[in-house]
């Protein structure tokens, strides 16, 4: 493995409180594998740190943890689960539900179109409820395929009882058809760098790099995080990006998917070797149907584009 990753074991910071002042409370709380989701953070907060701003991060895992490089078949393996809404156990956290906080931030990332099965644990346990009425914003890292995912974490968080304003989607470097590339070979080997025709793997640092303006924002901001009716904070700083040609692939993998998924769980659960020619049909298909899909979709998406401007437009500012 080539590339260096920062240290996930960070679980708080609390900045020296300004004398006779009142320190505005943030929860971080986030899975992170590769990296990108903890880097993120760090950028985005690090104008909150400069302040009178109380920090504290939470990072959360299952039980037992996923491996980090993946094994093909303990990768494709949780697409069942993942589709169906059915985590595994959380790790031990040290998060007490009934604390209050100012801000919660959610740093995430898509699993098989849904959001990882370590997020989809931590709403899954009575430790979700520490967002009850609090504004929440989701920080997510991963390829141009995310509204299917982000529209259940919108659910996730409203049954929690979480106020959902805003979102900030941070996507991998490279075209659409690349990143099929670049993203499992860095699950799958821990390698990111750039070789031959494929461009480096991941989100890039320069992108990372912007999410400051955010932090400065939120700073800026800080009076209306506990307005009574919560609005979005981060209107105008374009927090996400609609790709338009992924919304058809998109919309064919999750109807794959879902297909799959319930025919590997009527097989048994997680490592059961009997769903096992389930999971490996399941990716023959995807191999294949890729690429079609990709060149219907690049044929159509100037059609769509037209036909859908104004739905695109109402759904960015929601995401």
Same mark, same amino acid.
């Given at each position: 493995m080539t590339t260096e990753y920062p240290d996930d074991t960070k679980?708080?910071? /609390?900045?020296? &409180?300004?004398?006779?002042?009142? =320190?505005?409370?943030? *929860? /971080? $709380?986030?899975?992170?594998?590769?990296?990108? @989701?903890?880097? =993120?953070l760090e950028a985005l907060v690090r104008p909150l740190e400069m302040r009178d701003v109380e920090i504290t991060w939470r990072r959360i895992d299952s039980a037992p943890a996923y491996p980090f490089p993946w094994r093909a078949r303990e990768f494709f393996d949780c697409m069942p689960e993942a589709v169906s809404g059915e985590p595994p156990a959380l790790a031990q956290l040290d998060l007490d539900a009934t604390e209050r906080f100012d801000l919660i931030l959610i740093g995430w990332q898509v699993w098989f179109l849904s959001p990882s099965l370590p997020i989809q644990a931590f709403f899954a346990t009575r430790h =979700? %409820? $520490?967002? #009850?009425g609090t504004r929440v914003i989701t920080v997510t890292c991963c390829r141009q395929m995310w509204q299917r995912a982000q529209? +259940?974490?919108? =659910? !996730? /968080?409203?049954a929690a009882g979480g106020i959902h304003t805003d979102s900030i989607v941070v996507t991998h470097q490279g075209s659409a058809l690349l990143t099929y590339i670049t993203a499992p070979r860095i699950m799958l080997t821990g390698r990111r760098d750039k070789i031959a025709f494929l461009p480096a793997g991941? @989100?890039? &640092?320069? %992108? /990372?790099? +912007? !999410?400051? #303006?955010f932090g400065s924002r939120l700073l800026e901001a800080a009076d209306r995080w506990a307005e009574a009716t919560p609005t979005p904070l981060l209107t105008g700083l374009r927090t996400a990006t609609v790709n338009v040609a992924s919304l058809l692939p998109e919309l064919i993998g999750v109807g794959c998917m879902m297909v799959f998924a319930r025919l590997a769980r009527l097989c048994g659960g997680p490592g059961n070797l009997i769903r096992l020619p389930v999971i490996w049909l399941f990716v023959l298909l995807l191999m294949l149907l890729l690429p079609i899909v990709l060149t219907i979709s690049a044929v159509l998406t100037p059609v !769509?584009? &037209? @036909? !859908?401007?104004? &739905? *695109?437009?109402?759904?960015?500012? $929601? @995401?």
């Open positions: 679980q708080s910071q /609390i900045p020296q &409180r300004a004398p006779g002042g009142t =320190a505005k409370r943030v *929860l /971080i $709380v986030y899975y992170s594998q590769s990296g990108d @989701v903890h880097r =993120a =979700a %409820e $520490v967002m #009850r529209a +259940k974490m919108r =659910a !996730l /968080i409203a991941g @989100v890039a &640092r320069t %992108e /990372i790099d +912007k !999410l400051g #303006r !769509l584009k &037209r @036909v !859908l401007t104004r &739905r *695109l437009a109402r759904y960015a500012q $929601v @995401v």
